[in-house]
């Protein structure tokens, strides 16, 4: 099966070699091609050039894009999107003046997903997810991260990770699996956070690896959760199972949790809202990526990770949803990429490159995703006729996509 797309105003993210991540300045440049045509062969890119170049060429199905932007799928590299219910009663109870933590600390937050979760079925949970699955696939995104961390229990965080399992299988999107034991503590172990971290390296951990559930370790470093003692003993734990470190780090306060990810050689540290010159510092001359979730300030009201300082630090940036429950309950790319732009100051160049290419290396996934080159996956957005790439951010409230590629079928 060939597609070939023609006419093509600019098509975006234009990558003649393979490259894994763009960096501080690099992060500026968005090479392109004018009057482009891109040919996909099963599901795979093959070619694109200019429309000159084009003749001759045959394909089972042609795409005029006149007057529209082609660019790679969105790569979403930090969501929670297997869970059960919502959470719309806590958005009430902050709209009347409690804090996340307030509510946390009465037993909402987290716990409240996980107690929720629990009572839930596989195959409910399962139907659930799939319906938030293919709304963000239709909303541009190809790859994405999900974490499990709403069961905390070892059954419950099994199911989580079964259920993601199941749509890797199911879907034609780029699915990788990251395990979050540590997302909060239990009730049943509120006074004994030792005992948890037990259970998460003696139990969950073995069954992971037995059914080959995860890539990814996460740990929500944070006041009130885990310090770093508890993360560095679940981080070396799960190394021990080749499980790779991703971390929720410094949402709220900054103690020194960047740096801890950085020796445990962490693909990603995500969130930063709160930064310090410390962690610039450790994350320089690091194979670790941050990963910016601005709809979660959007919606907690929180500050916004400092994109401008890390850029300009020389350093890469990568733009994700956080989608879940709790904090930010939107899948939706295209917001994300609007609010790293209005809020952040991130230029549409920097901001696109941080949800293609270097949300694909938070993924570890960039040699196959996140830029139109020969030989990757065939994952594009085709736009609506639209003046140019900076009125995708611009107009934020719109939804600018016609046409969603996904591993060479149209979605």
């Not at 975006?12 to 393979?18: A, H, K, M, P, Y």
């Not at 956080?322 to 100051?345: E, H, L, R």
């Amino acid at each position: 099966m060939t597609i070939l797309i023609t006419n093509i105003k600019e098509l975006l993210q234009v990558r003649d070699e393979t490259i894994l991540k763009v960096s501080g300045n690099q992060m500026k440049l968005l090479p392109s091609i004018k009057n482009a045509y891109l040919l996909i062969e099963n599901d795979t890119i093959v070619d694109f050039g200019d429309m000159s170049d084009a003749t001759g060429i045959i394909a089972n199905q042609t795409i005029d894009a006149k007057g529209k932007l082609v660019l790679p799928t969105w790569c979403d590299s930090h969501t929670h999107i297997v869970y059960a219910g919502d959470r719309s009663q806590e958005f009430v109870d902050r709209i009347n003046g409690l804090s996340y933590e307030d509510i946390a600390n009465r037993g909402g937050g987290i716990l409240n997903s996980a107690k929720t979760l629990q009572n839930t079925s596989e195959d409910d949970l399962y139907n659930q997810s799939v319906i938030r699955l293919k709304a963000v696939m239709k909303l541009g995104t190809g790859a994405i991260e999900i974490k499990s961390g709403y069961g905390l229990t070892t059954d419950a965080e099994i199911k989580m990770l079964r259920v993601i399992k199941r749509l890797k299988k199911d879907f034609p999107i780029k699915v990788k699996a990251t395990f979050l034991g540590a997302h909060a503590l239990p009730i049943a172990f509120k006074d004994n956070k030792q005992g948890y971290l037990d259970q998460i390296i003696n139990d969950m951990l073995p069954q992971i690896a037995k059914e080959n559930l995860a890539q990814y370790i996460d740990v929500f470093c944070e006041k009130g959760y885990f310090d770093l003692d508890d993360t560095a003993q679940i981080l070396k734990a799960g190394q021990e199972y080749n499980l790779t470190p991703k971390i929720h780090v410094n949402q709220f306060n900054a103690f020194g949790g960047i740096a801890l990810a950085v020796k445990h050689e962490a693909i990603s540290v995500d969130h930063l809202e709160e930064l310090n010159n410390e962690d610039i510092i450790a994350l320089k001359d690091s194979n670790t990526m941050p990963v910016a979730l601005p709809s979660c300030s959007y919606f907690l009201s929180i500050p916004y990770t400092p994109g401008r300082q890390l850029i300009d630090a020389g350093l890469p940036l990568a733009l994700a949803t956080d989608y879940n429950p709790g904090s930010t309950p939107s899948g939706n790319m295209n917001f994300v990429v609007s609010t790293a732009c209005i809020k952040m100051k991130l230029t549409p160049e920097e901001a696109i490159n941080a949800a293609t290419i270097n949300g694909a290396y938070a993924m570890g996934i960039s040699n196959q995703y996140g830029s139109i080159t020969k030989g990757k996956k065939a994952n594009v957005i085709i736009t609506k006729p639209v003046s140019s790439y900076n009125y995708l951010p611009y107009a934020f409230g719109d939804n600018h996509i016609d046409t969603v590629i996904i591993n060479g079928e149209i979605v």
